[in-house]
């Protein structure tokens, strides 16, 4: 049985439904307008949560696999970092941390 309030609800939508053509044109639009080369839009279904995993899962494989990142190449001085790490000649651990007191070895 309806109450007054889920009448109401249904009233409302059956007449909003009356404007689904409009609804999808002016998304449609949106989508359109917002998407470009560089950033574009991926609509997915998400009424199955499976197909919803699988989708998003191969568009993000498709676009890593087009724009091939590599990991940046690391700007270390390793001889520097080494010797960092060697105590000084009068038995100090070299470049303490500013907050701790140099210790003897």
């Not at 007449?15 to 998407?35: F, L, P, V």
Request: net charge neutral; glycine share 2%; with cysteine.
């Amino acid at each position: 049985m309806f109450t007054s309030l889920s009448l109401k609800s249904e009233c409302y939508y059956i007449k909003e439904r009356g404007h689904w053509d409009e609804y999808q044109a002016a998304y449609d639009a949106a989508i359109t307008a917002t998407s470009t080369e560089v950033a574009p839009w991926y609509v997915i279904p998400a009424n199955h949560k499976w197909f919803r995993n699988w989708a998003v899962s191969n568009v993000l494989t498709e676009v890593l696999r087009e724009m091939q990142p590599k990991f940046p190449k690391p700007q270390l001085n390793i001889g520097k970092l080494v010797k960092q790490l060697e105590p000084d000649s009068k038995g100090y651990e070299a470049e303490p941390h500013r907050d701790q007191p140099r210790t003897r070895v």
